[in-house]
């Protein structure tokens, strides 16, 4: 499956690792022996449109290295003149040109005879038309034979292509599509609205639409009764309409809502089946700021400066928690910092949480205030943050406050938190000491802006890690497992030198400790706009 289903995981296409120089050659000479065996007016017209499509970009260009096509050359050795690849079932051909776009899976019919019709047959559409004549396309999927689609995914824009787009979203509905994800790549489907038919569908499990502030707000009742995983990306929902959306999802389990906009309450409780949740929010696509979900399992929060009240999530038992900050005017309402900890209020059965750094900051300055804390039954803490001063208030504070606290995971990012300037012009409105609110032993670790040059410039001294850790096992009793994902720190023998210090620590603490190196992680605080 593609990306948008399977997380951009693609198999390999190689099956035999011989190359055969004379593979390509030998076919499109086969191919061109046979084109007459083909010449009907309908057949031609249909692959015409399907080599129309193939070819369309590439007219006064030498032609582009194709990797699927390659992965043949390479891997079509013969053993007495038959070609391993060609000698595959069709099932399992299809399989590897499902795993593919359409385009290139097309090009596989120059290959020879055998190959000529595979692609037609294959139950996995992935087509990018935002550069192609509608025409092709239709010709394309006229030459489409399958009975059935298990994927079909679109990415379009929509100059001059609004009826088209109808009728390939009716194609796949007719397909009974299993999987559908629609992409549109332009600011004109504001204009575009989904036509009646999409709204039934007793066939999709896993629909995925991703627009510029596409209206999916539905003139019709809905009715995708097989609906399990729901994806929507800057779409434009009101309260009403999302309620039709869910009325008619009986199966929904997963539902993911990134920038989506206009819609202000999220009451989940008439969907028992919906275990996980995922929103991101900003000033421009503000989406929910209130949530009822006594069913769901699993939320991941990304928000905006705008509070999000977690009315009953009583079933929660795992949870992602972060903020986009925007400017002062956010940082000096108090509402923000008191938000978080009431935040933290509904998580009272939460086993498995992660916190993000601003998020953090924000706990800082609510413990710094004098704000009460939550107890909470944490046993899996993930903390992504940079190592600097302005989180570990509140990172000493969630942890005293967590007494069943089995492991607790750093996993340090970059790019993610307040000015420190911010910080304490906060603390002077509230007549608070900036120098007695950063301890004297918290000092040694630098503000956001120094740890910014660091990661640009210098390493970070591996003590000035270790430190980090003393400090937040200090602050915890029952810790049995402490992680931490170095992301931009320490070069090698500041990495040795570390380990050191981290088995002095495990010792004296009696907590088993794993340090590791880490993908770069960024975390912005900025969020996209209209």
Known sequence: MEAYWSNGNTP?????????????????????????????????????GASEYMHEESQDL????????QSFKRSGDSIDGVDFISSLPDVILHHILSSVPTKSAIRTSLLSKRW??????????????????????????????????????????????????????????????????????????????????????????????????????????????????????????????????????????SLELLYCAEYMCLDLSQSPRLKRLEIDRSDWFMGP???????????RLRHSRLPCSLVDVSSLTE?????????????????????????????????????????????????????????????????????????????????????????????????????????NAYLRLHSLNQRQCWRSKDSVFPGSLETISMLVGKHAESNLVALFMERLLKSTKSLETMVVLLVGYLDASGFEELLAMATTLSHNNDVFVLIKRSYIKCVSNTFPQR
């Open 319 to 423: 949870a992602d928690l972060n903020i986009y900050f925007c400017d002062l005017k956010t940082l000096t309402a108090d509402f923000l910092q008191h938000n978080v900890v009431k935040m933290l209020q509904m998580l009272q059965n939460v086993e498995k949480l992660t916190i993000g750094g601003t998020f953090l900051q924000m706990l800082s300055l609510a413990a710094l205030c004098g704000v009460p804390f939550p107890t909470l039954k944490i046993k899996t803490l993930t903390l992504e943050t940079m190592i600097i001063r302005s989180v570990i208030p509140g990172i000493t504070k969630l942890l005293r406050n967590t007494s069943g606290l089995r492991k607790l995971t750093i996993h340090t990012v970059k790019g993610s938190s307040i000015s420190e300037l911010h910080l």
């Open 62 to 69: 030498p032609p582009p290295r194709d990797p699927l096509r």
């Open 12 to 48: 390999s296409l190689s099956v035999i690792d011989k190359p055969n120089p004379n593979l390509l050659q030998s076919s499109e000479d086969d191919e061109l022996a046979s084109s007459e065996e083909h010449s009907d007016t309908d057949g031609t017209e249909s692959y015409a």
């Open 116 to 253: 000529r019709y595979v692609w037609s047959e294959t139950p996995s559409l992935s087509i990018d038309c935002r550069r192609t004549d509608p025409n092709s396309i239709d010709k394309t999927l006229a030459f489409f034979s399958a009975p059935k689609i298990t994927s079909f995914h679109l990415c379009t824009s929509l100059l001059n292509r609004i009826d088209p787009l109808n009728s390939w979203i009716e194609f796949a509905i007719s397909h009974d599509a299993e999987k559908l994800s629609l992409e549109f790549r332009d600011f004109r489907v504001r204009d575009y609205k989904f036509p009646d038919f999409f709204y039934t569908n007793s066939s999709v499990k896993q629909l995925l639409v991703n627009s510029g502030s596409v209206d999916l707000i539905p003139r019709c009742s809905v009715s995708w009764t097989s609906l399990k995983n729901l994806s929507l990306s800057f779409c434009t929902l009101s309260d009403e309409s999302f309620l039709k959306i869910l009325s008619g999802s009986p199966l929904l389990e």
């Open 289 to 299: 700021t209130k949530i009822v979900a006594p069913h769901l399992h699993c939320l």
